[in-house]
C-alpha cells in the first residue's frame, strides 16, 4: 500500500510539472519572441495607399524588432479575404494583418456573411497612419471646383455622374456616400479593384470622378497633365496639396473624413508578444524616416495603440454604421 501510496504521488508531481511546462512553453516562447521574420499581411492590391503604408509600417518595426517583416498583399471582398486569413492563423506575433477603416468600421456593415468579426477577432497594435481622401477628375474635365461637381451633378437628370473608387467599402467609397448625403446630390458609385485601376477608368473618361485616399494620387494631381485635383476631405488642408480646398472651404460645411489605417494580430496572441509588436510600432512611427516618408504622403502617423485603438474604432463603426444604414448602402 505504502508502495501504491507513493507512485501515486509520483505520478502526481510527475503530471504537475509537465503542466507547469506546458504553461511555462508560451512564455518562455513570448520571451525570446521574435526568432524568426514576421509577415504582414495588406489585405489590397500592390501600390495604393493601404499597401504604402503596410510597406512603411513594416520597413519602420524592423530595427526594434531585429527580425525581417515581409509585406503580402492578399486583396479581394474589399479586405476581408487577407484579414480572413490573418484571423485563421497561428497566433504568435508571426502573422500580423493591415486593418483600415473599411476593413474595421465599415465592412461589418456592408457584408452580412463575414466570416470574422473585426473588433473580436483582431487585436489592436498600432494607428499606422491618417491621410485626407482626395476628390479628381480628369485633366480635360470642365469641372475645376467642387461647385462646379456639385451643380453638374444637380443637373444631370437622366444621367448620374459615375465616381470611381478602389472598391466597395473602401473609405473612398464611403467618403462618396458621405458627400452624396451632405451636399444633397445622388452619383453612381463605380467600384475597382484598386487604385491601379480607377485610376486610368478617370483619365480615359470612363467615369466622371475619382474619390481617392490623396496618397494614392499625389503623384498624378501634382503632375497635372492627366488629373486635376478638386477637394480634400479632411477639416483642415493637406501640406502636400495645400493648393487644394477641403470640401468644408467649398461649400460642404461640417465635411471631415480622413482615411486611417492600422495594423493588428489574431485573437489568442500572448500579451508580452502584443506588447513588444506595440513597442516596435510606436518606436518605428516616432523614427525620422517615417516622419519624412509620411510628409511626402501627406500623412500623419498614427498615435494610438493597443486599447486605445479598439475605443476609437468603436467611434468609427458609429458613424459609419449610420450612414450605411441611413443610405442603404449594401455589397453588390
Keep these: 500500500m505504502k508502495h501504491k501510496y507513493f507512485f ?3 505520478s502526481c508531481t510527475a503530471l504537475a510539472v509537465t503542466g507547469l511546462s506546458l504553461v511555462a512553453a508560451p512564455m518562455v516562447q513570448a520571451q525570446d ?4 521574420s514576421l509577415t504582414l499581411v495588406v ?4 501600390a495604393g495607399a493601404a499597401d504604402i503604408f503596410g510597406r512603411s509600417i513594416a520597413q519602420a518595426m524592423e530595427a526594434t524588432l531585429k527580425q525581417t517583416v515581409v509585406v503580402e498583399n492578399k486583396p479581394g471582398a ?8 490573418v484571423v485563421r492563423s497561428k497566433p504568435d506575433g508571426y502573422t500580423i494583418g493591415l ?5 474595421q468600421s465599415i465592412n461589418p456593415f456592408l457584408y452580412t456573411e463575414m466570416t470574422f468579426d473585426p473588433g473580436k477577432d483582431l487585436l489592436p497594435i498600432a494607428l499606422v497612419s491618417t491621410t485626407p481622401n482626395v476628390l479628381v477628375v480628369a485633366a480635360n474635365s470642365p469641372w475645376k471646383s467642387l461647385a462646379d461637381v456639385i451643380k453638374a451633378a444637380r443637373d444631370a437628370k437622366d444621367k448620374k455622374l459615375t465616381y470611381g473608387t478602389p472598391g466597395i467599402g473602401s473609405s473612398p467609397h464611403l467618403t462618396g456616400a458621405y458627400f452624396e448625403a451632405m451636399a444633397g446630390v445622388e452619383l453612381l458609385h463605380v467600384p475597382f479593384k484598386g487604385v491601379s485601376a480607377s485610376m486610368p477608368a478617370l483619365i480615359g473618361g470612363n467615369i466622371d470622378l475619382l474619390f ?8 498624378q494631381i501634382k503632375d497635372g497633365s492627366r488629373v486635376r485635383g478638386i477637394a480634400v476631405t479632411s477639416a483642415q488642408r493637406s501640406p502636400l496639396a495645400d493648393q487644394l480646398p477641403t470640401f468644408a472651404e467649398s461649400g460642404v460645411a461640417g465635411f471631415d473624413v480622413t482615411a486611417w489605417f492600422a495594423i493588428y494580430a489574431p485573437k489568442g496572441t500572448p500579451q508580452p508578444v502584443m506588447d513588444k509588436l506595440i513597442e516596435a510600432a510606436r518606436a518605428g512611427l ?3 524616416k517615417v516622419e519624412q516618408a509620411y510628409a511626402k504622403l501627406a500623412a500623419t502617423p498614427g498615435n494610438l495603440f ?3 485603438l479598439a475605443a476609437f474604432e468603436n467611434i468609427e463603426r458609429a458613424k459609419w454604421g449610420k450612414l450605411i444604414k441611413e443610405r442603404g448602402i449594401k455589397a453588390e
Excluded: C, H, W
Excluded at 78 to 85: I, P
Excluded at 99 to 103: K, Y
Excluded at 212 to 219: E, F, H, Q, V, Y
Design 8 to 10: 501515486q504521488r509520483m
Design 212 to 219: 481617392d485616399n490623396l496618397p494614392g494620387s499625389i503623384n
Design 33 to 36: 519572441f521574435p526568432t524568426k
Design 99 to 103: 486593418g483600415t477603416i473599411g476593413t
Design 306 to 308: 493597443g486599447a486605445d
Design 43 to 46: 489585405p489590397y492590391p500592390a
Design 78 to 85: 474589399a479586405g476581408n479575404v487577407g484579414l480572413a486569413g
Design 286 to 288: 516616432k523614427s525620422e
